[in-house]
């Protein structure tokens, strides 16, 4: 076969065992970005856009994303998650909203796909908290950004600070 472990030796997809693997404790950052038009960001910034407070309600979607990405993605282990948390950043000079998760267990798979899942499901609550007044916003730069625990060990975005353990 290929490698892939979500692939049996027949080719069909399955769930990974992950029942003998060593518990420890697990981090995931991921980032994303909604970029629009400077009007836009100044209108999120005054708290103008008439849906309410953009970046209230992106972060408790990504909060609620995180815990529900088993749900969303295929294959992916229902976990018990420590910790959830987003921040915000405006940019002034690429007029976007740049957006950081982080998601914390301790358990015997990692949590990459529920931080992924976070900024994706922020930065769409954005796109439609703000649609009425820009419907030319783009989303993109989904990455993981750091990756500890497990026997893979520390994964760091090369240019990135590492931000784990955090003092």
């Avoid at 407070?53 to 420590?82: E, F, N, R, Y």
């Avoid at 910790?83 to 949590?111: C, K, M, P, Y």
């Avoid at 769409?124 to 990455?143: F, S």
């Avoid at 993981?144 to 893979?152: A, F, I, N, Q």
Wanted: charge should be neutral; aromatic fraction near 4%; glycine fraction near 10%.
């Amino acid at each position: 076969m290929s490698g892939l472990t979500h692939f049996d030796e027949r080719g069909r997809a399955r769930m990974v065992d992950v029942g003998a693997k060593q518990e420890t404790e697990r981090l995931a950052r991921a980032r994303a970005a909604v970029i629009m038009k400077p009007e836009t960001l100044d209108m999120i910034r005054a708290g103008k856009i008439t849906k309410g407070d953009v970046l209230a309600v992106a972060q408790t979607a990504g909060i609620m994303a995180a815990k529900s990405t088993s749900g969303l993605i295929p294959m992916c282990h229902l976990l018990l998650l420590d910790e959830v948390g987003l921040d915000f950043r405006l940019d002034e000079q690429r007029s976007a909203v740049e957006i950081e998760a982080w998601v914390r267990n301790h358990g015997r798979t990692g949590v990459e796909m529920e931080a992924l899942t976070a900024v994706s499901v922020a930065a769409l609550t954005i796109y439609d908290m703000c649609k009425a007044v820009d419907r030319g916003m783009v989303i993109g730069e989904v990455r993981l950004v750091e990756k500890s625990g497990g026997k893979s060990g520390t994964y760091l975005r090369e240019g990135e600070q590492q931000q784990w353990p955090r003092s």
